[in-house]
């Protein structure tokens, strides 16, 4: 049992191998790529954009977690950081279940691990200059859904945070409801924005929506390969 168990989240094992730069070290020696224009003939404010966003990994706690978690091989770094982005993206639900959207320090750690996903996204498209590919785009996207779920769900508990809205919502679910709808430009109209930082809130996760949709899942989709059982010649 133990050994499926095992091969379930482990997949093939790595026997301890590691990359060969730990993620602290990968990552400065990107920022310092991208200062000595090694890869990239940019300036201004392109350069100054990339620099920010590189460095800004190393202001979350993402990249310790891996670093910590590599030590053990490449399989073990991969699903430390599946169970953090799920964590992530259960804590917003946890706040909303139990009310904790009126703690302070709650929001705070909230907004913190959702900085951290709002940065990372764009840092892998844009400023990830000696970073080889991942072991499988598909993975990636379906943490991409993750992601996105992560924050679908945070702007729900910034929705239930105050009067932002019309009317109050009657449950937890109601202010994910809404997120949702908002993300998908849907709006039904039985909840809308009355003030000004509502709708601050509704339009910038209006924009989310269409830098995910429109320019991540585009980014993955022209990379990911196809090998299924249509793939294989009909030898019969």
């Given at each position: 049992m133990r050994k499926a168990v095992k091969k379930l989240f482990l997949g093939k094992s790595s026997n301890g191998k590691q990359a060969e730069f730990d993620p602290i070290e990968k990552r400065i020696r990107n920022i310092q790529s991208i200062w000595n224009n090694d890869h990239q003939d940019d300036?201004?404010?392109e350069k100054i954009f990339r620099l920010l966003l590189s460095t800004s990994q190393l202001l979350f706690p993402g990249i310790y977690i891996k670093y910590f978690s590599r030590k053990k091989g490449i399989e073990y770094q991969d699903l430390a950081t599946d169970f953090y982005i799920l964590l992530k993206v259960s804590f917003p639900i946890v706040i909303l279940v139990n009310q904790w959207q009126h703690y302070q320090w709650v929001i705070i750690i909230m907004t913190y691990t959702f900085f951290e996903t709002l940065f990372y996204i764009p840092t892998l498209i844009f400023a990830s200059d000696l970073f080889s590919r991942p072991?499988?785009?598909r993975r990636s996207m379906l943490l991409l859904f993750f992601n996105y779920?992560?924050?679908?769900?945070?702007y729900a508990v910034f929705y239930s945070c105050g009067n932002y809205l019309n009317k109050p919502f009657q449950n937890w679910f109601d202010s994910v409801y809404f997120?949702?709808?908002?993300?998908?430009?849907?709006?039904?109209?039985?909840?809308?924005?009355?003030t000004t930082f509502g709708k601050f809130l509704?339009?910038?996760q209006?924009?989310?929506f269409l830098?995910?949709?429109?320019?991540?899942?585009?980014f993955f989709s022209t990379k990911v390969k196809s090998k299924g059982y249509f793939d294989h010649e009909n030898n019969e």
């Open positions: 300036n201004g404010i072991r499988s785009y779920l992560e924050i679908v769900f945070a997120s949702i709808i908002t993300s998908s430009s849907i709006g039904y109209g039985d909840f809308h924005p009355v509704v339009s910038t209006a924009l989310l830098f995910f949709i429109v320019l991540f899942l585009n």
